[in-house]
C-alpha cells in the first residue's frame, strides 16, 4: 500500500512556521505587519468559501486580511481602479482577485494590472515569464505548483533526473507544475486532452502529476508499481449518503492507484490545503522584501 | 533514406514573401518603413558575422537597418540608456542587443530593458511569460523556436496528438521550442544534462528536437524509424580539408540518423537560416503594428 502524502499535516507545519515566523520578525520590527487583501465580485457560492479558508488561514497565522467586496455589475474599468489602489497601498504587501470573474470582465487585463510586486497567486506574465528563464528568479511563484513542488520534497521524493508525467496544461497547474519539475531537475512529459495513448505514457513515470478536473479518470492499472502519485483534481460527485448531498474526489482512482504507487496524495487533505499555506508564504515573503527595502531607504 | 528539410529554400521563400509584403505595403502607405537596429557591444568575431547576416537579410528584404557598435568598456548603466532611446525612438520598430555581453554586463538587466513592444529577438520575460500563458499571444515569439515550428508546418509534418522529445532547455531553443509543441497539442518531453536513459527516450519520439551544442551526440540507432528530426546543433569541429580549417555539424549525427528518419533538418542549411528569416518576421510584424496604431491615432 501506498505511503499517504498528508498535506493537512504538511501544510499545518508550514503555517505554524509562518506564524513563527512572523512572531520573530514583530519582535524585532514592531512596524512590521503583513497584509494581504483579496477582491472578490459577485457572491459565487465556490469563491465565498475559498475567500473565507484563505482569510481564517491569514489572520490564524498572523497576517492582516482585508476583503474587498464588488458587485457582480462593477465594470473592468472601475475593477481595474481598485486594482491599481491596492497597488499603490503600501499597506498591502499581497494581494488577489479571486476567480473566476463575470464574463463582461476580461480576466486577462485584471491579471496583468496587479502590480508583479504584489501578485502572490504568481499568475502575472512577467513573473511566469521569470519562472521559464533559466537564472531568472520570479518573485512569486503560482501556490498550487509551490504547494505539489513541497509536498514532494517534504515526503523526501528525488525529483533530479526522475521522469515525471504532469497530465494538464493549465496555466495555473500544469504548465507552471512542469516548469517547476524541469527546473528541479526531473525529465517531464507533460500531456492534455489530445495525448494519445495516456495510459502508455502514464506507465513510464517516476511521479505523476495529474490536474484534468475528471473524476477518478486515471486508474491503477495504468500506473507502474512504485510511481509517486499527486492528485490535484478536485471533483464532486453525488452522494447521497453525505449531508451535502456531494462527496470530493481527485482525478485518479484512489483505491486500485494507492495499491501500487509507493506513495500517493489524497483528495481532500493532499494538494489543496498546500494552496492556501503557500498564498501566506508568499504573502509573507512580499511583507519581508518590502520591510527590507524600506530598511535599505532608511540606510541611504 | 529520410527527406531533407531544406531550411535554406523554406527560409528564402520566407524572405521572398516579407520583401513582396513590404513592397506592397509601401505603395499603400508611402511612410511605412520596417526599421531594424542592432546594438553590438565590442568586436567578437563571431557577433560581427551574425551582425552582418542579419544587415544583409534585412536590407534585401527591404527593411532599413541600423547597427550601433558600443566599445567593449561601455558600462551597463549606459548600455541600457542606449536601449531607452530606441524604446522611444519612433522610427524603430524592433531591435536587439547582440549576445553575449562581456561579463560586467548583467545579461537580464539589458533583455528586460528592452521594450517588450520592440523585443524582436523574443527574450523579454512578459513575452516569454505570454508564451506560457493560455490564450495569451506574445507580442513577439522568439527566433530560432518559431522558425523550427514553420520547418515543421512547411514540410506538413503533423504535431497536434504526437509525442514530440525536446532536448536542450536553455530559454533561447529548448524551453520555448518545448511550449510552441505543447500550444500545438503535441505531447512534449523536456530532456536536458541531468535526463537519465536519454537513448530509450528519444526512441519514443515522432518529433525530436536535439538543442544541446554537443558535435553528433545523438546516433541513428537511437531514433525510431519514421521520426521527424530537427537538428539545432550547431558545432564547429576541426577539419584541415576546409579552407577555414573547420566544418560545421549538428548535434545527430547525420548519417545514421538521416537513414532512419523521416524528415531530417541538416546542419548547416536547417534550422540555421530560419533563425533569420523569423527576425525579419518579427521585424515586419512590428511595423505592420506600430502603422495600425498610428493609423487608428489618426482616426480618432
Ligand atoms: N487543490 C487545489 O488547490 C486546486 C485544484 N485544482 C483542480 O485541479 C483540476 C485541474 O484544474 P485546472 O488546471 O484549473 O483545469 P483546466 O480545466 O484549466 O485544465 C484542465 C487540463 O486538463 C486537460 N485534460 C482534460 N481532460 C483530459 C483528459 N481526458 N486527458 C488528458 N488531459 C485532459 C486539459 O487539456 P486541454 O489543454 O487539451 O484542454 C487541460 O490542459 C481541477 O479538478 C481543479 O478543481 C485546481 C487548482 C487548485
Ligand atoms: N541554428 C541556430 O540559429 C541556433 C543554433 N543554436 C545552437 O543550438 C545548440 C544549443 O544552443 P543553446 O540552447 O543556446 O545551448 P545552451 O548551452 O544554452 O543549452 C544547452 C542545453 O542542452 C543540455 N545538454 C547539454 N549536454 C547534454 C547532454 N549530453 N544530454 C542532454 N542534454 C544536454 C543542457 O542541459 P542543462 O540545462 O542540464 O545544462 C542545456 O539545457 C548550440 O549548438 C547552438 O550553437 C542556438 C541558437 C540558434
Known amino acids: 500500500m501506498a505511503k499517504l502524502i498528508d498535506g493537512k499535516a504538511i501544510a499545518k507545519d508550514i503555517r505554524n512556521q509562518i506564524k513563527n515566523e512572523i512572531r520573530e520578525l514583530k519582535q524585532n520590527y514592531p512596524n512590521f505587519s503583513p497584509r494581504l487583501a483579496i477582491i472578490q465580485v459577485g457572491g459565487r457560492e ?14 490564524e497565522a498572523g497576517i492582516e486580511f482585508m476583503l474587498h467586496k464588488k458587485a457582480d455589475s462593477i465594470t473592468e474599468s472601475e475593477l481595474l481602479t481598485s486594482i491599481r489602489e491596492l497597488n499603490d497601498n503600501p499597506t498591502i504587501h499581497g494581494f488577489l482577485v479571486q476567480l473566476p470573474l463575470p464574463s463582461h470582465i476580461n480576466e486577462k487585463n485584471v491579471v496583468e494590472t496587479i502590480s508583479p510586486k504584489k501578485d502572490v497567486d504568481g499568475f502575472h506574465a512577467i513573473n511566469l515569464g521569470n519562472l521559464a528563464k533559466r537564472n531568472c528568479e520570479p518573485l512569486f511563484l503560482p501556490c498550487t505548483p509551490k504547494g505539489i513542488l513541497e509536498l514532494l520534497k517534504r515526503s523526501g521524493i528525488k525529483i533530479s533526473g526522475k521522469h515525471a508525467v504532469v497530465i494538464g496544461r493549465s496555466d495555473i497547474v500544469g504548465f507552471p507544475v512542469f516548469t517547476l519539475l524541469s527546473r528541479s531537475d526531473a525529465t517531464v512529459t507533460l500531456c492534455h486532452s489530445k495525448t494519445e495513448n495516456l495510459p502508455e505514457l502514464i506507465k513510464t513515470a517516476d511521479i505523476l502529476i495529474v ?90
Not at 465556490?46 to 489572520?59: L, N
Not at 490535484?232 to 481527485?250: C, F, L, Y
Open 211 to 300: 490536474a484534468i478536473g475528471k473524476a477518478e479518470f486515471v486508474k491503477g492499472e495504468w500506473i507502474k508499481p512504485g510511481t509517486v502519485v499527486i492528485d490535484v483534481g478536485t471533483n464532486a460527485i453525488e452522494d447521497s449518503s453525505k449531508q451535502s448531498g456531494v462527496r470530493w474526489v481527485g482525478d485518479v482512482e484512489f483505491s486500485s492507484a494507492s495499491a501500487v504507487a509507493s506513495h500517493i496524495s489524497p483528495v481532500p487533505g493532499g494538494v489543496g490545503p498546500m494552496t492556501v499555506a503557500m498564498l501566506l508564504q508568499n504573502t509573507v515573503e512580499s511583507a519581508k522584501r518590502f520591510l527590507q527595502e524600506s530598511r535599505e531607504r532608511d540606510i541611504s
Open 46 to 59: 465556490d469563491s465565498t468559501c475559498y475567500v473565507r479558508q484563505k482569510e481564517k488561514a491569514a489572520k
